[in-house]
C-alpha cells in the first residue's frame, strides 16, 4: 500500500521560507517521477515542481527562481524548500507519485497523493 505524508506546512510571513517534506512508503521513488501540487482557496490544483526518476526537473513558472524542489531516495522522501514567499502562496500543497518516469506538472498523470499540508503566507 502507497502512502505519502507531507509535513512541513506553516504559518510564515512574506518574503519567508519553509520546506516541505514528502515521507512515502510502499513506493520506490527512485524510479519514478514525483511531484508537489498545490490548491489555493476558490482555485484550481496547479503542478508547482516536479521531479523524474534520474533528478531531472520542472518549475512551474509562478514559483521559479523561489522554490526548487529536491529528493533522497535513499529516505524515500520528496522535498520542497520554498524561499521568498508570497501571500499568493498561500495554499494546500499535496505531493503527489506517478508511475512514469518522465517528468510532469500534470495532475492527471499523478495516481497516488498524500493528505495536503498547508501554507500560509501574511503580507
Known amino acids: 500500500q502507497v502512502q505519502l505524508v507531507e509535513s512541513g506546512g506553516g504559518s510564515v510571513q512574506a518574503g519567508g521560507s519553509l520546506r516541505l517534506s514528502c515521507t512515502v512508503s510502499g513506493y520506490t521513488s527512485s524510479r519514478y517521477c514525483m511531484g508537489w501540487f498545490r490548491q489555493g482557496p476558490g482555485k484550481e490544483r496547479e503542478g508547482v515542481a516536479a521531479?523524474?526518476?534520474?533528478?531531472?526537473?520542472s518549475t512551474a513558472e509562478s514559483v521559479k527562481g523561489r522554490f526548487t524542489i529536491s529528493k533522497d531516495n535513499a529516505k524515500n522522501t520528496l522535498y520542497l524548500q520554498m524561499n521568498s514567499l508570497k501571500p499568493e502562496d498561500t495554499a494546500m500543497y499535496y505531493c503527489a507519485a506517478a508511475f512514469r518516469f518522465a517528468v510532469s506538472l500534470r495532475s492527471s498523470d499523478y495516481i497516488y497523493w498524500g493528505q495536503g499540508t498547508q501554507v500560509t503566507v501574511s503580507s
Open positions: 521531479v523524474d526518476g534520474d533528478g531531472s526537473t
